[in-house]
């Protein structure tokens, strides 16, 4: 029998009937009536101001006096046609009555807010925002997370589970990664993704989460949309239900590119190390544009296209980017002394066997080509003296108006589009040079991956490099605190905030000074530097501080593996080899030279162009904070979810529905994220899996040599700045990529293996630097090995031996 409310101002929730509750109130009431299990609590009714605590109290103590939940519930919050996630507060683990009272006061009071108002008339509800306040048991979670009974992007039939550990906080918010399981209507798992290195859920809890959820679907007559919680018992919790609202309106890969060609071939590799993962919405629309544009220009400069042909060379699906391959391999048909093997080599870091390119163009027009080639190269010069005037000199005002701003910003887009365009004129000047210096230690002949590896290894200890510089000028910051055993210890004891200040103390002298000329010259470089949602390490820079203290407490000064080939003793092998004499000798010195120039500018102009979007990601941010004061978006996070186009219709055509887009694309980032694909894939790319027996019968795991030397040590896979946290001194460092934001970490680990990569990628230069063995090109490493793993890495030979227990 339902309990006999107290007072009309307060129900049970399982005491609701017709009243007026709001969606979430409503949700649970529908799921106990199920016989779900749902944490016990009370809903306060729509315009209830509850002044006096006793209103309450009875309530509160039939949950047992303890922690409780606190949130809205909206009338039309979580209803089919739209969703406030994130409009009203939320209070968790409140304890005590004064404390539950204050924030039923402050729950209440935030439907009133100009924010709310604002936003529900902007989707087109009634201006009042009328909300109820659900109360109910807190549970102490081991696992949570969301199940959707209904594909939501696509409307397929087909369940999605993600599942974080601890509270579901950090999914809603996007800060974890979680595990993502898909499963038919019939609960068979068809793909699973975890964002560790074991399954968050037991196949048994899959289950029930699966029985339940089709269960609460067929008495409610609804797709769903459910969060649920396991606590530490293995009791499982429903904490709400609503409808899927995103059916057929926005997808997981509602971006595409379109393909209209199964024989196309894309890649991630060289893309997925600029920019890897998924990317937003708006780094679609402004990063990813630009250097497709920046290429259009340039193969149309040099004559491999018309002006204006279709087709992209930069693809995005599923959020994550792609190279066309097939249309960049006309170059290799356009340009005299380029191949196929020399083109993919650049690119991939290895040749395929099963790519052809056709006959070659005629000889005249070749030749015509070519000529344009070098003349576009030969401007490396003055397009690096035009980005360091830039990067000195370009700022966009953001204390403009709303329209003010995003006019600037748009005004200046093809300026950023030209950033980039120059970054290639540089960046082809050092794979030309490159490619000269592997042809002519390959004799001539076709290019092979030994040629490229010795090529490599020649391209080291080349002084003031961009990317080597991140590592070594962090080791001097830490030589310098480690010198002084008073100035470590206080250093080692402070908490990463207090150490961040202490750094920037004057009084530190030495200290402050190095640490200041780092923060100077890289502070605007960071993890996937090219996503404009990402934070600089200016503005964020306790990451640097962690690792400043591992250096120091870990005692890795000096660490530098001495067993590579020195590049000395190599170039005295290749000189033998090649038998190099007289005026070959003068030619091949010369190349030799300008590639490890080459080298340093592209790295250089990498630094520059990456400064100069930092303007960029300034201006965003500052817009974003902009339409948040004035209520157009709830918070400042979802600018990144809209394109730059889609920014201007909010702003200038008041097209308000596309801040529920953005709130529903930022939920579906998470999956996003979730997803790897393959390094080359024919037609559209999809995600890939690795069955758990595939990677437990692995051995041994055949890469590409990149950096030379051998060691054994323990797996850390790296898939977020969050594992990059853990590492510790001595590790084998594996990764889907070689970021340039990665580089102050390896002062830490004894050795790296990538899934992409090549030769003359950033990370491949720094670990050559800094004499750290690598292996790139290792398919699906991050799934193959597990953190943790005893492993020999073979730079020399390209081969990781697992060390089976």
Known sequence: MAEKSFTKKILPLSNINNEEVGGKAKGLNKLLKCGLNVPEGFVILPGEKLEKIDEIKHYYSKLGNGKVAIRSSAVGEDSEDFSHAGQYKTFLNVEGIENVHKAVINCIESA???????????????????????????????????????????????????????????????????????????????????????????????KNLVEQALYAEKHLSKALDMEWAIDKKGDLFWLQARPITTINKITINELDSSVDDSTIIFTRANVGEMLPGAVTPLTISVFVEAIDIGLKWMYERIGVYRKNEPGRYVVHFYNH?????????????????????????????????????????????????????????????????????????????????????????????????KTWYRHYIVSSNSGMMNGALVGFISGGNNFTEEALTKSALLLTDIKNIESANIVTSLEDIAKEISSDTNKSEVFLS????????????????????????????????????????????????LELISILQSLVKGNTLNNKNESNVSSKMLLDEIYKELNLKGIKLKIFNMIYRKAKEGMQNREYSKALSIKIHGEFRKAYRALGKKLVEV?????????????????????????????????????????????????????????????????????????TPVSHGVVRGKVRIVKSVEDAEKIEAGEIMVASFTDIGWSPYYALISGLVTEIGGSLSHGAIVAREYGLPLVSNVSNATKLLKTGQEIILDGTKGIITIIKK
């Open 112 to 206: 009133s807010s100009t924010q709310v108002e604002k936003y529900s008339e902007n989707l087109s509800q009634n201006k009042e925002s009328k909300v109820a306040v659900v109360v109910q048991r807190m549970i102490n979670p081991s696992v949570s997370g969301v199940i959707f009974t209904l594909d939501p992007s696509t409307g397929e039939e087909k369940i999605l589970i993600n599942a974080v550990r601890g509270e579901g906080e950090a999914l809603v918010s996007g800060k974890a990664k979680p595990d993502l399981y898909v499963l038919s209507r019939e609960g068979k798992i068809i793909m699973r993704e975890y964002s560790g290195e074991q399954a968050i859920l037991s196949e048994q809890q899959i």
């Open 321 to 417: 980017l792609f190279f066309n391959l097939t249309k960049m391999y006309k170059i290799a048909r356009c340009i005299l002394g380029t191949s196929k093997d020399s083109f993919e080599l650049n690119i991939l870091g290895k040749t395929l066997d099963d790519t052809t390119l056709g006959p070659p163009i005629v000889f005249r027009k070749r030749l015509i080509n070519s000529i344009k080639y070098f003349r576009f190269i030969s401007k490396h010069k003055k397009a690096l003296k035009i980005l360091e005037k830039t990067a000195r000199t370009f700022r966009i005002n953001t204390d403009l108006s709303i329209p003010e701003l995003y006019k600037e910003i748009d005004n200046n887009l093809d300026f950023y589009n």
């Open 494 to 541: 402070l908490s990463l905030e207090d150490a961040f200040h202490w750094l920037n103390d004057k009084n530190n002298g030495k200290i402050y000074e190095l640490f200041s000329k780092f923060i100077q010259r890289h502070g605007h470089r960071c993890i996937r530097e090219a996503e404009l949602r990402e934070k600089e390490w200016k503005e964020n820079p």
């Open 631 to 703: 209520q157009i978006i709830p918070e400042q996070d979802l600018i990144y979810f809209l394109t730059h186009k889609e920014i201007g219709d909010l702003i200038n055509n008041n097209n308000n529905k596309l801040v529920a887009k953005a709130q529903v694309r930022k939920k579906l980032f998470a999956q996003q994220r979730s997803l790897q694909f393959p390094e080359i894939v024919r037609g559209k790319p999809e995600p890939i899996l690795i069955s758990n027996e595939e990677r437990e019968n692995i051995t041994e795991i055949k890469g």
